[in-house]
């Protein structure tokens, strides 16, 4: 099975659709705009990308509410914090502080903008 994103005019996923792999299957090879089409031709709605479901492309299985960024081809979970940016080399969100690796269990506190264990709130 094949899953694409339906997407808003500004690439927000607003649901993942399923498509049998018999409608995307061309002579052999994966198509990626025959799903488009299909999905396009059912619902009237024409702005889809596929999605993989291990992650495999476009950086991570779309969720609702993840957004499609076409400069970098990828899906990308909402920005969880303010102070977190988004590098364009991982895919990621990251805070402005590394996490402590010290085998403890941290949280992120946004309000003094460093990493905290659970028990001890500073603020």
């Given at each position: 099975?094949?899953?694409?994103?339906?997407?808003?005019?500004?690439?927000?996923?607003?649901?993942?659709?399923?498509?049998?792999?018999?409608?995307?299957?061309?002579?052999?090879?994966?198509?990626?705009?025959?799903?488009?089409?299909?999905?396009?031709?059912?619902?009237?709605?024409?702005?889809?990308?596929?999605?993989?479901?291990?992650?495999?492309?476009?950086?991570?299985?779309?969720?609702?509410?993840?957004?499609?960024?076409?400069?970098?081809?990828?899906?990308?979970?909402?920005?969880?914090?303010?102070?977190w940016s988004f590098n364009d080399t991982t895919l990621k969100w990251e805070a402005p502080v590394q996490?402590?690796?010290?085998?403890?269990?941290?949280?992120?506190?946004?309000?003094?903008?460093?990493?905290?264990?659970?028990?001890?709130?500073?603020?």
């Open positions: 099975m094949a899953h694409f994103a339906k997407l808003d005019n500004d690439n927000n996923v607003l649901a993942v659709h399923v498509v049998n792999n018999d409608v995307i299957n061309i002579d052999g090879n994966e198509s990626e705009q025959a799903g488009i089409n299909f999905l396009t031709e059912l619902y009237g709605h024409t702005n889809w990308k596929q999605t993989s479901y291990n992650g495999k492309f476009r950086n991570k299985y779309a969720d609702v509410g993840d957004k499609y960024n076409e400069s970098i081809d990828a899906f990308v979970s909402p920005q969880p914090f303010t102070s996490k402590p690796s010290d085998g403890k269990y941290y949280t992120w506190d946004e309000i003094v903008k460093q990493w905290v264990e659970p028990n001890n709130n500073i603020h």
